[in-house]
Nanobody, 126 residues
Framework: QVQLVESGGGLVQAGDSLRLSCVAS????????MGWFRQAPGKEREFVAA????????VYADFVKGRFTISRDNAKNTVYLQMNSLKPEDTAVYYC???????????????????WGQGTQVTVSS
């Protein structure tokens, strides 16, 4: 069983930046595909970004390209989501997800992730 704990959310103004972190339990974090998703009130959960085991492959939703960056530090069992130029429409609960299967590219986006965190709230005011 893998436990994921997100942090770093908060209330910011449009144009500001935030960095979300997700710490995973387990010794084999480096072998997890990792993803970030979000869910806004009244909307379905949507894919944001994902990264492969060795960080050699990343994929982003079109609406965050050029603004968000996903990265990972396997020594710290942590995946990050750097969010710049935040917009009010980025307001949502952001979830971290993990999966033990190895995928790259768009497969990371479509993967049915095995493990999920509890989420962290990001609120962007205009």
């Amino acid at each position: 069983q893998v436990q994921l704990v997100e942090s770093g959310g908060g209330l910011v103004q449009a144009g500001d930046s935030l960095r979300l972190s997700c710490v995973a339990s387990g010794r084999t974090f480096r072998m997890y595909s990792m993803g970030w998703f979000r869910q806004a009130p009244g909307k379905e959960r949507e894919f944001v970004a994902a990264i492969s085991w060795g960080a050699g492959s990343t994929v982003y939703a079109d609406f965050v390209k050029g603004r968000f960056t996903i990265s990972r530090d396997n020594a710290k069992n942590t995946v990050y989501l750097q969010m710049n130029s935040l917009k009010p429409e980025d307001t949502a609960v952001y979830y971290c997800a993990a999966d033990r299967r190895y995928y790259t590219g768009t497969y990371l986006r479509d993967l049915k992730y095995e493990y999920w965190g509890q989420g962290t709230q990001v609120t962007v005011s205009s």
